[in-house]
T-cell receptor, first 111, second 113 residues
Framework: QKEVEQDPGPLSVPEGAIVSLNCTYS??????FMWYRQYSRKGPELLMY????GNKEDGRFTAQVDKSSKYISLFIRDSQPSDSATYLC???????????FGTGTRLKVLA | GAVVSQHPSWVICKSGTSVKIECRSL??????MFWYRQFPKQSLMLMAT?????????EQGVEKDKFLINHASLTLSTLTVTSAHPEDSSFYIC?????????FGPGTRLLVL
């Protein structure tokens, strides 16, 4: 079993839809949870950073962490064609710099 | 936000040659940088952790004599792919650690002929 599981997609949605992206993990030591967006042939861009459980909102993006279920989510409201990219979840434990990444979910928002 | 640059953005080389990739943090000092490799439609694979002033820490299965990492200053880390072969063709991405958050460079695409 991988430490971090993420559905690779592709996930296709119409413009304006609410998108839900998810990752599950097995290591209960993870405390830091990140979501990155990666456009084709580009480096990942940090979208959201969350420590421990709870919700965090930034514009159209909301990150949720449920440590009891070992499940994290990223919601995108009013999705736009420019949101079409691969979304990577990443997590790390306290005291370590090392991130564990999901495989990424490819999202396509159709105009 | 934090900015990390990489140079070159792409490189084509002949088999057997060595290629150096630079990773710079532009507006902050980074004690720790990371080098990743990414194959098409796959996630990031950590190759090594680069620490300023000390030897890099390589992940299991990564040849340290083939992928030489130097972190000579707080703003620059370099990855040298020595005696490159076609199987080394990939997308190489660096990141810099700022307060336990990694900020990534734009990546370097390497093609070895």
């Amino acid at each position: 079993q991988k430490e971090v599981e993420q559905d690779p997609g592709p996930l296709s949605v119409p413009e304006g839809a609410i998108v839900s992206l998810n990752c599950t993990y097995s290591n209960s030591a993870f405390q830091y949870f990140m979501w990155y967006r990666q456009y084709s042939r580009k480096g990942p861009e940090l979208l959201m950073y969350t420590y421990s459980s709870g919700n965090k909102e930034d514009g159209r993006f909301t990150a949720q962490v449920d440590k009891s279920s070992k499940y994290i989510s990223l919601f995108i409201r009013d999705s736009q064609p420019s949101d079409s990219a691969t979304y990577l979840c990443a997590m790390s434990a306290s005291g370590t710099y090392k991130y564990i990444f999901g495989t990424g979910t490819r999202l396509k928002v159709l105009a | 936000g934090a900015v990390v640059s990489q140079h070159p953005s792409w490189v084509i080389c002949k088999s057997g040659t060595s290629v150096k990739i630079e990773c710079r943090s532009l507006d902050f000092q980074a004690t720790t940088m990371f080098w990743y490799r990414q194959f098409p439609k796959q996630s990031l694979m950590l190759m090594a952790t680069s620490n300023e002033g000390s030897k890099a820490t390589y992940e299991q299965g990564v040849e340290k004599d083939k992928f030489l990492i130097n972190h000579a200053s707080l703003t620059l880390s370099t990855l040298t792919v020595t005696s490159a072969h076609p199987e080394d063709s990939s997308f190489y991405i660096c990141s810099a650690d700022i307060e336990e958050t990694q900020y990534f460079g734009p990546g370097t695409r390497l093609l070895v002929l």
